[in-house]
């Protein structure tokens, strides 16, 4: 189902991706690849990735697949591909976090689009989570850009606390998961620094998302059971393994909706 704007409305569980994250020559990701088979793009803003010319094709590939676009804004932090945690005021979050969806909104203006909703990246992603300062910071930011615009962010055990802000603050939130990632109990991610963090068997990525579709219970990485009510299903499309796992993803959601 989509809405007036070429996106898919949140009914079901959207597949997401991190897209546009190529640089000048330098290239990542396999996006032509993957574009058809998810529903939401976020695209780099250039602050960790991307460039103006990355961006408008970018742009217009999603555009070509009905695929929301979204801003994928992150810390000025391109040589750490904005994997670094920096010591940024308020004021300078609020600041990066419209410089960067403005830049994005104007190719998205120009080639007929809009950014539909807004998922910061990497460590200003973990931040966010972590510090409910700098939660209510990029809140209040999204807010003061366009109050309709969504905050993706990480689903946990216990979404109770970030829905209480969105809705203070009065921003719809899409609550992400991840079926290529281990889980603690508490329903934050497993550190890639510890074995088992990142699961890299195909057939257990499907039957995971499978899962978090149906809202069944995980097994925590302490075998605990842990339940995650989420929108939104990050998926990842930067190698042939990935791609083809994304694919099967898509098939086995749209084979449950039948």
């Not at 510090?131 to 962010?153: F, H, I, N, Q, W």
């Not at 579709?213 to 939104?232: F, H």
């Not at 694919?247 to 086995?252: S, V």
């Amino acid at each position: 189902m989509h809405d007036n704007n070429g996106g898919r409305v949140v009914e079901r569980l959207l597949l997401n991706c991190d897209m546009g994250e190529s640089f000048g020559s330098w290239r990542m990701g396999l996006d032509a690849e993957v574009m058809p088979y998810i529903d939401c793009a976020n695209i780099a803003c250039g602050y960790h990735a991307g460039d103006p010319g990355i961006m408008r094709r970018t742009v217009a590939l999603a555009l070509e697949h009905g695929v929301a676009i979204g801003a994928h804004p992150a810390y000025p932090d391109l040589v750490g591909f904005g994997r670094r945690s920096m010591a940024c005021s308020p004021e300078e979050i609020r600041d990066l976090l419209h410089y960067q969806i403005g830049a994005l909104e104007g190719i998205c203006k120009v080639l007929g689009g809009r950014v539909a909703y807004i998922k910061p990246h990497g460590a200003l992603y973990n931040d966010m989570m972590a510090d409910p300062l700098k939660l209510r910071t990029v809140l209040e930011a999204v807010a003061a850009y366009g109050s309709d615009l969504p905050l993706m962010l990480m689903a946990t055990a216990d979404n109770r606390t970030a829905q209480a802000l969105g809705d203070e603050i009065g921003v719809p939130l899409w609550f992400e998961a991840f079926a290529d990632r281990a889980y603690t109990a508490s329903g934050h991610l497993v550190s890639r620094r510890l074995p088992g963090a990142v699961h890299h068997d195909p057939a257990r990525v499907v039957e995971l998302a499978e899962r978090l579709a149906r809202g069944d219970t995980l097994v925590a990485n302490d075998g605990s059971a842990l339940k995650l009510a989420a929108s939104t299903l990050c998926v990842h499309g930067d190698n042939d393994s990935s791609v083809a796992a994304v694919r099967q993803i898509r098939q086995a959601l749209d084979a449950m909706e039948r």
